[in-house]
Nanobody, 118 residues
Framework: QVQLVESGGGSVQAGGSLQLSCSGS????????MGWFRQTPENDSEFVAS????????WYSEPVKGRFTISRDTTKNKLYLQMIDLEPEDTAIYFC???????????WGQGTQVTVSS
C-alpha cells in the first residue's frame, strides 16, 4: 500500500507562485510513475503533470506547460509541483497520485486547495 499526503496549497494572487509537496509512505515513490491532477470548482478532473520512475520523462497538460514543473526527491520520498505565473484558472484541489501495476492511477492523496485570485 502507498499512502500519499499533499501539502503546500494556499491562496495567492495571479502571477504568484506555490510549490506543492506530496509525501509518500509504505513504498518508495521512485519505483512508481507519479502524477498531479486537479479538480476544478466546476468539478472537472484534469491531468496536470506526471513523471516516470527515473525522472527522465515528464508530461504536462497544455494549460500548465511552461509554468509548472514536476519533480521528485528520492532521498525524501517526495514529489513536488512547482507552479509559477499562477492564473485564476489554476484554482482547484490538487491531488498527487501513483500508478499501480495495472498502469492505472491507483493511489491518491487527500488533496490540497490552491486558490488564485485576480
Amino acid at each position: 500500500q502507498v499512502q500519499l499526503v499533499e501539502s503546500g496549497g494556499g491562496s495567492v494572487q495571479a502571477g504568484g507562485s506555490l510549490q506543492l509537496s506530496c509525501s509518500g509512505s509504505g513504498r518508495t515513490l521512485s519505483s512508481l510513475v507519479m502524477g498531479w491532477f486537479r479538480q476544478t470548482p466546476e468539478n472537472d478532473s484534469e491531468f496536470v503533470a506526471s513523471i516516470n520512475q527515473t525522472s527522465a520523462d515528464t508530461w504536462y497538460s497544455e494549460p500548465v506547460k511552461g509554468r509548472f514543473t514536476i519533480s521528485r526527491d528520492t532521498t525524501k520520498n517526495k514529489l513536488y509541483l512547482q507552479m509559477i505565473d499562477l492564473e485564476p484558472e489554476d484554482t482547484a484541489i490538487y491531488f498527487c497520485a501513483a500508478m499501480g501495476q495495472d498502469d492505472l492511477w491507483e493511489y491518491w492523496g487527500q488533496g490540497t486547495q490552491v486558490t488564485v485570485s485576480s
